[in-house]
């Protein structure tokens, strides 16, 4: 072989490592972390900060690169080409297109892709330079190409500036979902992140509790009686009402009865709960709970009252409610051990679940990772209710989203207990 065949191939060669540059710069920067290297830019990491502004400009980045790289190729196969046509003669075209193809594809292609997925924010870390100059030079080339492919889309009847983009809330959701299928993340950890996503879409009346499991006290009764029903209970804080339920004038603290009680001796009857009852606090039930959230935190307060449209009290909203929207179920030292997997549920041998009708939906979906609708029903009460289009009697049983629903007790027109049996055909 006389020496420019020698220069060719060496060219070939050479054209085939930038190749391998292109294709493994590509799949780097659109594999790299973005939180990672916005972290790192923030710590003051100069290429992180250049990595994170070329993956903002995925268009121009892309573009530059695969102009580069289709380049590169073309003229790679064009000199692979014109080699072995000078050795083998017109068959050399046949020779250089399977030699080719399969250099492109295992040393321009699997190959480096393989490499940048196995370390990519390393190998964006430090293509990110080179390939900011290229993206530079090709400029004029791509924002060219990118307005005449925009034009051609258009032609279509497709708008490019519409382009359906993921929200950081799903996006942060399905990683975790991910890597929670993967072992990576374990379920609570996920229900955890998972409740603070889903934050944003609740409402107070989502986390409140009915005002049909409210304890309230009656100020009208004897101030012995009132004592002893706070001493009793396991709450702190207990809504007060005069005559009629509806009619709440006030919020009692457990601690303010007994500093009462200290100042007069132990004598409950001489403690007037009037005085030291607090003002209530009244909140829409349309309130999102992110900004329920934000104003306990600004008044220092822990617990306020719901009320519908109408100015009816429809229950009661506390901080350790929103709170167990993230964490879970929140057990303190008076409430009633249980060992089932939520309180309130009782597995059956059958693989039935006993369960108390008031318990929420969405607490349900978390313990057990069903997917029982809630759009239109908050609780297990609400959603037979709706799938029965009734108000059904005991003994009557449903069937819905996948399950079974057998009403157990009712009391008055409410439903109490419910035996729900998941579905093996799962057929609604």
Same mark, same amino acid.
């Given at each position: 072989m006389s020496v420019t065949l020698w220069l060719t191939v060496l060219a070939i060669v050479l054209l085939l490592a930038v190749s391998f540059f292109f294709s493994g710069s590509e799949t780097a920067l659109t594999a790299a972390s973005r939180a990672r290297m916005h972290q790192m830019a923030r710590n003051g990491d100069k290429r992180a900060g250049l990595v994170e502004k070329l993956t903002s400009e995925k268009e121009r980045l892309i573009g530059a690169i695969l102009l580069g790289n289709n380049v590169v190729n073309i003229l790679?196969? !064009?000199?692979?080409?014109?080699?072995?046509?000078?050795?083998?003669?017109?068959?050399?075209?046949?020779?250089?297109?399977?030699?080719?193809?399969?250099?492109?594809?295992?040393?321009?292609?699997?190959? +480096?892709?393989?490499?940048?997925?196995?370390? +990519?924010?390393?190998?964006?870390?430090?293509?990110? +330079?080179?390939?900011?100059?290229?993206?530079?030079?090709?400029?004029?080339?791509?924002l060219t190409v990118q307005a005449l492919v925009n034009a051609i889309l258009r032609m279509c009847g497709l708008d490019p500036d519409k382009a359906v983009a993921i929200s950081g809330h799903d996006e942060i959701r399905g990683t975790v979902d991910f890597l929670h299928s993967e072992g990576e993340v374990v379920?609570? %950890?996920?229900?955890m992140l998972g409740g603070i996503? %889903?934050?944003?879409?609740? =409402?107070?009346?989502?986390?409140?509790?009915?005002? !049909?499991?409210?304890?309230?006290?009656?100020? !009208?009764k004897p101030a012995d009686e009132l004592v002893n029903e706070v001493l009793e209970s396991a709450y702190t804080r207990i809504p007060v009402y005069e005559t009629d339920a509806e009619n709440i004038i006030g919020v009692i603290h457990a601690?303010?009865?007994?500093?009462?009680?200290?100042? !007069?001796?132990?004598?409950?009857?001489?403690?007037?709960?009037?005085?030291?009852?607090?003002?209530?606090?009244?909140?829409?039930? =349309?309130?999102?709970?992110?900004?329920?959230?934000a104003a306990f935190l600004k008044r220092h307060q822990h617990m306020a009252l719901v009320l519908d449209e109408y100015g009816v009290v429809e229950g009661l909203v506390t901080l350790e409610d929103i709170i167990e929207e993230i964490v879970g179920d929140i057990s303190d030292e008076h409430d009633q051990p249980d060992d089932e997997a939520m309180h309130g549920v009782k597995r059956q041998p059958d693989g039935s679940y006993l369960m108390d009708a008031g318990i929420p939906i969405r607490d349900i979906n978390r313990a057990f990772d069903w997917n029982l609708p809630d759009e239109d029903a908050n609780t297990i009460a609400g959603l037979v209710i709706n799938a029965a289009k009734?108000?059904?009697?005991?003994?009557?049983?449903?069937?819905?989203?996948?399950f079974e629903f057998k009403v157990i007790a009712r009391e008055r027109?409410?439903?109490t207990r419910v035996k729900l049996t998941p579905r093996k055909d799962a057929e609604d």
């Open positions: 790679a196969s !064009t000199l692979a080409a014109s080699v072995l046509i000078q050795v083998f003669g017109e068959a050399g075209i046949a020779y250089a297109t399977v030699a080719m193809t399969a250099a492109v594809v295992v040393f321009s292609e699997v190959l +480096p892709k393989t490499l940048a997925l196995i370390r +990519p924010d390393s190998f964006a870390l430090v293509v990110s +330079p080179v390939i900011r100059v290229i993206v530079v030079i090709f400029s004029p080339v791509t379920k609570h %950890d996920r229900d996503l %889903d934050l944003k879409d609740l =409402s107070v009346s989502d986390v409140m509790v009915h005002r !049909t499991q409210m304890m309230t006290l009656d100020v !009208t601690k303010d009865v007994l500093r009462a009680l200290a100042k !007069t001796k132990g004598d409950a009857s001489a403690v007037n709960l009037r005085e030291i009852m607090a003002k209530p606090w009244f909140v829409p039930e =349309s309130t999102p709970v992110e900004t329920q959230l009734i108000i059904p009697s005991p003994g009557q049983i449903f069937r819905a989203h996948g027109q409410r439903i």
